[in-house]
C-alpha cells in the first residue's frame, strides 16, 4: 500500500514539473514574440487591414543639347474596382463601358472578379479618369499616373527608344539608362475591416514616390532635324529603302544627330509603318508584325552591317603609312585593273588613270593603288592595325544592340582576299563602327567611344553623376593623322569628293560605291564621310543611301547630302568660314 502511494506521488511530481516546463516554455515564447518581434508582427497585422495601390513615380526627362525636353511624362489614369465595395455593379458596369470606350462583356468581366483590387484600364487620359471620378461611385478607383510622352513624335525614334505599359524602357536610350530615368513608386494604404470593405473617414496612407533622374544627351535636336530634312529630301529624290545620317564630334564622341529614314512615331510605337508610308495592319499573322516591329525599331547604324567600299580606304591608307611602306611620292600605275592570281579585279575607271602619285591616287579613288598598298602592308599587319585601330571591336557605344565587324578570319585571307578587304569590299561593318575608326584616324590618334549620354541631374538640376568613356590614345602616330587629314582634305576640293565642297570652310572626305550580295541583283548603297575643319575636325559626318534609284555613285548623290548638312551646321556650331579660301571646284 505504501508502496503504491510512493509511486503515485513521483507521478504527480514528474507531471507537475513537466507543466512547469511547458509553462516556462510558453511565456518564454511569449515575451520573444512580444518584445522581439513585435515591429515584425505589427507590421503583418497592419497589411492585414490595409489596402495598397501603386504610385508611380514621374520618369526622368531626356533633355538635348540645347535644353530641349525630348522624352518627358504625360498624366494619366488607372481605373481599377474593389469588388468588395461596390454598390451598383451595374451602374459602375453602365459608366465605365461608356466612358472607358470598352465592350461592356469586358468590363463586366473585371467589375464582378472577386479579388482585393481588379485593374480595369490604365493609361486613361486624365480627362477621362476626371469625368469618371466626378461619378462618385463606391468601389471606383481613379489613380493618377504617368505615361511616356515624346513631344516630337518621331524625332530621333531609334535613339531614344520607348517605354512599355509599366513605364520601363524597351529599346534605345529608354532601355539603357533605365536605372537612372525609373525613380521609385511610392504607394497608397487604406485601412479595411476583416471582410476587406475600407473603413469610412479613416483615411489614406500615403508613401510619396521618388521621381527618376533626368538624362541629358549630346544629341542637338537644331542638328538632328537638319539631318533628318537632308535624308527624306535624298530618300525621296532617289527613291531609296533607306537613308542613315550619323554626326558626331571626332575629338570626344559626342554624336550630335543619328537618323535613320524612315522613323517611327514614339507615341504609336506599336504601329507597323513601312518604308514609303504605308501601314502594315490586318493582312499578317502576330509573329509577322512583330517582325515588322522589330525591324522598324532596329537602328541601322548601330545594328546593320555592310560592305564600306572606298571609304574604307582611308584604314588601308593609314596601315601603310604607319607600316612605312608608302610615301606621297610614290608613283603607281592604274591600266584600269590590277591582275590578283587568275583574277581580273577593276577599278571604277575601266579606262585606267595611267600613271599616278600615291596623293592623286586617293584623290581619284583607284583600286589598283590600294590592293598594291595592302599588298605592300601584307596579311599579318593589315590584321594588327585593324586591332590596334579598334575596328575588330564593338564600340561600346551606349545604344543596345550593336553589331560586331565581320571579317575574314586572318588564316583563310589570301591574295584575293587581301586584294578586296584593301579597298572595303568582301567583309562588313557598321557605319557608327566606321564613323568611330575614321575618328580615331583624323583626331590625331585617339579611340574615343561614340556615344549620348553626358550627365545625369535630378529634376531640380543637381548633378547626379558625369559619365565618362574611356578613350585610347596612340591608336596612330600624329604624322599619319596630319597626312591623312591633308590628303582627305584634297579629295574633296580637288579629287572625287568635290561635290561636299563649300566655299570658305576646308573639308576632307571620302566617297563610296558598294554593292550588296547577290552582286546579281544590282543593288547599291552609296556613301560619303567628310570632316570639318580639315586641319582640326569637330565634326564628323557618315551618309548612307540605301538601293538608290538611277545614279547611284557615292560621290554623285551621298557627298551632296553631307555638303548640305555642313553648309547648315558649321555655322551653327560656330566654325567660321576662312578667309582668302579658292572658289568650289567644278565639277
Known amino acids: 500500500m505504501m508502496r503504491n502511494k510512493t509511486y503515485n506521488?513521483?507521478?504527480?511530481?514528474?507531471?507537475?514539473?513537466?507543466?512547469?516546463?511547458?509553462?516556462?516554455?510558453?511565456?518564454?515564447?511569449?515575451?520573444?514574440?512580444?518584445?522581439f518581434c513585435s515591429e515584425y508582427y505589427g507590421k503583418k497585422a497592419d497589411d492585414l487591414h490595409e489596402r495598397e495601390r501603386d504610385i508611380k513615380a514621374a520618369r526622368g526627362k531626356i533633355i538635348d543639347a540645347t535644353g530641349t525636353v525630348l522624352a518627358t511624362n504625360r498624366t494619366v489614369c488607372t481605373i481599377s474596382v474593389i469588388h468588395s465595395q461596390l454598390k451598383e455593379p451595374e451602374r459602375v458596369i453602365e459608366v465605365l463601358a461608356k466612358e472607358l470606350g470598352m465592350e461592356e462583356e469586358t468590363v463586366r468581366k473585371r467589375v464582378e472578379k472577386v479579388s482585393s483590387i481588379e485593374r480595369v484600364k490604365s493609361n486613361v487620359d486624365k480627362e477621362v479618369g476626371d469625368r469618371i471620378r466626378d461619378y462618385r461611385l463606391?468601389?471606383?478607383?481613379?489613380?493618377?499616373?504617368?505615361?511616356?510622352?515624346?513631344?516630337?513624335?518621331?524625332?530621333?525614334?531609334?535613339?531614344?527608344?520607348?517605354?512599355?505599359?509599366?513605364?520601363?524602357?524597351?529599346?534605345?536610350?529608354?532601355v539603357v539608362y533605365e536605372d537612372y530615368l525609373k525613380g521609385s513608386s511610392g504607394k497608397i494604404l487604406t485601412l479595411t475591416d476583416a471582410r476587406g470593405v475600407e473603413i469610412e473617414n479613416a483615411g489614406e496612407r500615403r508613401q510619396e514616390p521618388v521621381d527618376g533622374n533626368n538624362l541629358h544627351i549630346s544629341l542637338d535636336y537644331n542638328i538632328q532635324m537638319y539631318c533628318e530634312q537632308a535624308a527624306k529630301k535624298v530618300m525621296e529624290a532617289k527613291s531609296a529603302d533607306s537613308v542613315s545620317i550619323l554626326v558626331m564630334n571626332p575629338q570626344d564622341g559626342e554624336i550630335m544627330a543619328m537618323v535613320n529614314v524612315p522613323e517611327f512615331d514614339l507615341n504609336d510605337p506599336f504601329t507597323v509603318v513601312q518604308a514609303g508610308g504605308p501601314q502594315a495592319e490586318g493582312a499578317q499573322s502576330a509573329a509577322d508584325k512583330q517582325d515588322l516591329l522589330n525591324q522598324m525599331w532596329r537602328n541601322p547604324c548601330i545594328s546593320d552591317t555592310y560592305e564600306p567600299g572606298s571609304v574604307f580606304k582611308i584604314?588601308?591608307?593609314?596601315?601603310?603609312?604607319?607600316?612605312?611602306?608608302?610615301?606621297?611620292?610614290?608613283?603607281?600605275?592604274?591600266?584600269?585593273?590590277?591582275?590578283?592570281?587568275?583574277?581580273?579585279?577593276?577599278c571604277h575607271k575601266r579606262t585606267g588613270h595611267g600613271s599616278e602619285t600615291f596623293t592623286e591616287g586617293i584623290?581619284?579613288?583607284?583600286?589598283?593603288?590600294?590592293?598594291?598598298?595592302?599588298?605592300?602592308?601584307?596579311?599579318?599587319?593589315?590584321?594588327?592595325?585593324?586591332?590596334?585601330?579598334?575596328?575588330?571591336?564593338?564600340?561600346?557605344?551606349?545604344?543596345?544592340?550593336?553589331?560586331?565587324?565581320?571579317?575574314?578570319?586572318?588564316?583563310?585571307?589570301?591574295?584575293?582576299?587581301l586584294a578586296t578587304v584593301s579597298f572595303g569590299q568582301s567583309f562588313q561593318i557598321t557605319p557608327v563602327q566606321?564613323?568611330?575608326?575614321?575618328?580615331?584616324?583624323?583626331?590625331?590618334?585617339?579611340?574615343?567611344?561614340?556615344?549620348?549620354?553626358?550627365?545625369?541631374?535630378?529634376?531640380?538640376?543637381?548633378?547626379?553623376?558625369t559619365l565618362q568613356y574611356e578613350a585610347k590614345e596612340g591608336i596612330v602616330s600624329s604624322g599619319t593623322s596630319e597626312t591623312l587629314r591633308m590628303l582627305l582634305e584634297k579629295v574633296v576640293s580637288e579629287g572625287s569628293g568635290k561635290r561636299a565642297y563649300i566655299e570658305g570652310f576646308s573639308i576632307g572626305g571620302k566617297t563610296a560605291?558598294?554593292?550588296?550580295?547577290?552582286?546579281?541583283?544590282?543593288?547599291?548603297?552609296?556613301?560619303?564621310?567628310?570632316?570639318?575643319?580639315?586641319?582640326?575636325?569637330k565634326?564628323?559626318?557618315?551618309?548612307?543611301?540605301?538601293?538608290?534609284?538611277?545614279?547611284?555613285?557615292?560621290?554623285?548623290?551621298?557627298?551632296?547630302?553631307?555638303?548640305?548638312?555642313?553648309?547648315?551646321?558649321?555655322?551653327?556650331?560656330?566654325?567660321?568660314?576662312?578667309?582668302?579660301?579658292?572658289?568650289?571646284?567644278?565639277?
Open 539 to 587: 565634326a564628323l559626318a557618315i551618309a548612307i543611301i540605301n538601293n538608290p534609284q538611277g545614279v547611284y555613285y557615292g560621290g554623285t548623290i551621298a557627298a551632296p547630302v553631307v555638303q548640305e548638312i555642313f553648309s547648315n551646321i558649321l555655322p551653327y556650331l560656330g566654325i567660321e568660314k576662312e578667309t582668302g579660301k579658292q572658289d568650289a571646284p567644278q565639277s
Open 434 to 465: 566606321l564613323a568611330a575608326t575614321v575618328s580615331s584616324l583624323v583626331n590625331g590618334g585617339k579611340r574615343v567611344v561614340p556615344h549620348f549620354g553626358v550627365a545625369v541631374k535630378d529634376a531640380q538640376g543637381k548633378l547626379v553623376e
Open 363 to 417: 584623290m581619284n579613288s583607284c583600286n589598283p593603288v590600294f590592293i598594291e598598298l595592302g599588298q605592300r602592308v601584307g596579311v599579318d599587319s593589315f590584321y594588327k592595325y585593324f586591332q590596334q585601330f579598334g575596328l575588330l571591336e564593338r564600340t561600346g557605344i551606349d545604344l543596345p544592340g550593336e553589331a560586331a565587324t565581320i571579317m575574314h578570319d586572318k588564316k583563310n585571307v589570301g591574295p584575293v582576299e
Open 315 to 346: 584604314i588601308t591608307a593609314a596601315s601603310a603609312l604607319e607600316e612605312g611602306v608608302v610615301s606621297l611620292e610614290d608613283h603607281f600605275f592604274c591600266p584600269g585593273y590590277k591582275l590578283v592570281e587568275d583574277r581580273r579585279i577593276h
Open 138 to 174: 463606391d468601389g471606383v478607383k481613379v489613380d493618377e499616373d504617368y505615361k511616356r510622352y515624346y513631344p516630337y513624335g518621331s524625332l530621333a525614334s531609334k535613339v531614344l527608344g520607348f517605354t512599355g505599359g509599366d513605364n520601363q524602357g524597351i529599346i534605345g536610350l529608354e
Open 513 to 537: 560605291t558598294s554593292q550588296t550580295l547577290p552582286r546579281s541583283a544590282n543593288r547599291y548603297i552609296s556613301s560619303f564621310l567628310g570632316f570639318a575643319p580639315a586641319e582640326n575636325p
Open 9 to 35: 506521488r513521483k507521478k504527480l511530481l514528474f507531471l507537475f514539473v513537466l507543466i512547469t516546463l511547458f509553462l516556462i516554455i510558453l511565456a518564454g515564447r511569449l515575451v520573444y514574440l512580444m518584445v
